[in-house]
């Protein structure tokens, strides 16, 4: 048995080709630079265990679906990947075979979006719970931010929602089935697609952004709030995947677009002479941004009133 | 009930004043400032209940403690704490009580070390787990790292060790008595005197440094492995308290002295004419540091091979 300080060395100290990273894993703290003229983006994101994912899921599609998650949230904000910590809280009986699995499949994720492992904390603890903080770079003053849509912008979508929720009760199926990336709608919950290069393009175009992660209308409703602004969705708009649709037929494939958490699409508000630049970055456009009248609603769906209970995912 | 977010922007929504942080608490990310000429120092750190703090201890101790523990790594490096990240796992049962408590003491601490609190993810989990991700600034090139100890330095300690250790009896008897700050044993236990304005003293007088967490000898090896040389200890001179001391006897407070891990005191080497400015800055000379010859020990006592069971404290 190794001990922690060698199991940590060993799953955990990969090599890192970032010239802004001074110092990663070894010492009391990682130490970064950050180029003139640009700002550092960051973000933390939790995952525990049968409450974000199944816990006997393979532990490489584990860790990889972690760190696209946390990601997603540069995505929102357009900016580009730099450098991450990680404090991963294990169970007693955690095997080593599960850790290098872990590891393998964290580096594979981090090695494809090019983002550098600097730090972190291993405990142990009674449930697993995976922690990612997560940091890039963002031309000074540019970043995507929530309160910044205006009347008469367009609001468009990245991508096909609702795809990982409808993958969810086949997941939880069969929890343990190693995926392939590309195989289905299992591998859209399990794969999320971070949108890091498009997130990127945004920055100078969109005038808003986020990442759905807790259902669409929910997500929306941060965007309306913090801009003071109403989102009026187009229910017929809606991207929703043949997949799904061919799985739970068409009004609960819509329902699980409107509701379902966790496809990490971007939904971002654009002026509309962005309109063709973003058709060609395969977006769709899905609903107006309006002014929102005194005491109404901050997101409708066809202009009406959506009930409470269709909102999205409450974490309590 | 509050909601998630009413719940979140309840308690961890207060105002920070702080130049350099250009987005906190609010939207997909942060975002702050890296002044020019200085490096962002960072690290990570897990607490979960009943392994690193009785669960059962006042929510606003817990919280405090957390935030003391982790800026402890910054001050180890040198830098001058400016941001923090929250990743919050709570028991389903958990009150709004128990979350404003935690709350204030969290505040109150980061007021204390001027530290903004600029974004966080809030879970559900079986256990509660408590991630602080912290960040502080240091000159470019001028953190205190472990790997620059030379031949000849002296050791140095930046306060009495075992005082956290010798109370965890005590605290874990009535872990939910709350306790004030400075009244003895249990206080050491609670809040921990992370060396912010030390550490920042000590960059370009020590060649190295670290906290410690795990243990005296044990953290002195990493100094020892980093640098490849050999800490040397003198058992006279490690500061035991007068406290531990009476309630354990002298060769029980020097047992904890050694591998107890609580105190987050520093320790560094520095050369030999940095002695009388660490003397007057009330720091305890402990030893040397020496040549190592090929295969032999890491640290010393008094010249003495120490057994691997008195080290410290393995995690797993």
């Known amino acids: 048995m190794l001990t922690e300080f060698e199991l940590i060395k060993h799953c955990f100290n990969w090599p890192q080709n970032n010239e802004t990273i001074i110092c990663a894993v ?9 180029p003139r003229g640009y700002q550092l983006v960051q973000s933390i994101d939790t995952q525990v265990a049968d409450i974000h994912f199944p816990a006997t899921a393979p532990a490489q599609l584990i860790a990889q679906r972690a760190l696209r998650c946390a990601i997603s949230d540069l995505a929102a904000m357009g900016a580009k990947p730099q ?17 290098e699995s872990f590891s393998l499949g964290l580096r594979a994720c981090a090695e494809e979006f090019n983002i550098s492992l600097i730090g972190g904390d291993t405990t142990s603890s009674p449930a697993l719970v995976v922690t990612l903080q997560v940091q890039g770079l963002v031309s000074a003053g540019k970043a995507l931010t929530r309160d910044k ?47 890091i290069n498009l997130g990127q393009k945004l920055v100078g175009l ?26 009026n969705f187009s229910a017929a708009h809606i991207p929703t995947s043949e997949l799904a649709v061919a799985l739970c037929g068409q009004a609960e494939a819509l329902q699980l677009a409107l509701t379902g958490g966790d496809d990490y699409q971007l939904l971002f508000t654009a002026p509309q002479q962005a309109h063709n630049e973003l058709k060609d970055l395969n977006c769709y456009h899905v609903g107006q941004v309006e002014e929102r009248k005194a005491h109404s609603e901050w ?18």
């Open 206 to 231: 969109a005038h808003s952004a986020l990442d759905i992660s807790d259902g669409l209308l929910q997500d929306a409703s941060h965007i309306a709030k913090a801009s003071n602004v109403c989102l």
């Open 299 to 316: 997101v409708l769906l066809d202009g009406q009133t959506v009930s409470h209970k269709s909102m999205g995912y409450q974490h309590f």
């Open 26 to 34: 070894g010492d009391d703290a990682s130490i970064v630079e950050v």
């Open 83 to 99: 450098a991450f910590h990680l404090a991963l809280s294990l169970p007693k009986n955690t095997s080593q075979a599960w850790l």
């Open 149 to 195: 849509a205006q009347v008469g912008d367009d609001i468009w979508l990245s991508g096909e929602i609702g795809r990982s929720a409808a993958a969810l009760e086949g997941v939880l199926a069969s929890p343990e089935t190693f995926v392939e990336k590309d195989s289905g709608l299992a591998s859209d919950y399990f794969y999320p697609q971070a949108q």
